[in-house]
């Protein structure tokens, strides 16, 4: 198969209300997906649905084989658990059936040091949390990663480092990215395709088509400046 994932059709229904409907798109192997739009838009909602958490009609078939990590946009942790990040780690491999000495690996893919990893997860920073979460979606080598806004929680100056570490693990491992963001610069330069959810019409295609000031606007309803550079 040489797509990772192939969506005919996607029909889901929350609470009576139509949220996504007549959705097909195609996320070839290896490459990068950037899911936008406004919200309420049904771009969690995706998510979810395939991760396999949510009912739906239409088709959403996987490759054979496939392995998915979800990073998930926020989770409900209580951060001032006594609860250290190599335990995080080892608690997901232990529900996973992982070996474990993949703590250890999936550590140095996100760049935490062993030291940083051994302290309460209520002392980690923003960034720190968002790379031990990519860390616990890695146990298990999957073959896909599903991230939902990667920066949430992030400052400015770690978002960039962020994204450039999550690209850095997608090469490393030969993963297929399928990622939530409204950086939107950030989905110019990495996204292979985008998918614009929007209460009207969906559309899907590369980033120089999709991201054009017009289109843009039309997504998010709201005038919009640009610079192009």
Not at 12 to 29: A, N, Q, T, Y
Not at 36 to 43: E, H, Q, S, T, V
Not at 126 to 147: N, S
Request: with cysteine.
């Amino acid at each position: 198969m040489v797509n990772a994932l192939e969506v005919e059709g996607l029909l889901v229904r929350l609470g009576g209300r139509e949220v996504l409907r007549g959705l097909s798109f195609d996320v070839p192997s290896g490459s990068a997906l950037a899911v936008i739009g406004p919200n309420g838009a049904g771009k969690t909602v995706l998510f979810r649905v395939l991760i396999g958490v949510l009912p739906h009609g239409g088709a959403v078939r996987w490759a054979p084989g496939t392995r998915i990590g979800y990073v998930p946009q926020k989770l409900d942790v209580t951060r001032d658990l006594p609860l250290t990040g190599r335990d995080f780690l080892r608690a997901k491999a232990d529900v996973s059936g992982a070996s474990g000495t993949d703590a250890a690996r999936v550590l140095r893919l996100v760049g935490l040091s062993p030291s940083v990893a051994n302290e309460p997860i209520g002392a980690f920073s923003g960034g720190q949390f968002q790379r031990l979460l990519l860390a616990a979606a890695l146990i298990g080598k999957p073959t896909v990663l599903l991230f939902d806004e990667p920066t949430s929680g992030v400052d400015e100056p770690g978002e960039e480092r962020l994204y450039e570490m999550i690209r850095r693990v997608q090469e490393a491992e030969r993963l297929t990215l399928l990622l939530i963001s409204h950086e939107l610069t950030v989905v110019y330069r990495y996204a292979t395709n985008v998918l614009c959810l929007s209460r009207e019409q969906p559309c899907f295609g590369p980033p120089e088509e999709m991201l054009t000031p017009e289109r843009i606007e039309q997504l998010y309803g709201t005038p919009l400046r640009s610079h192009h550079h």
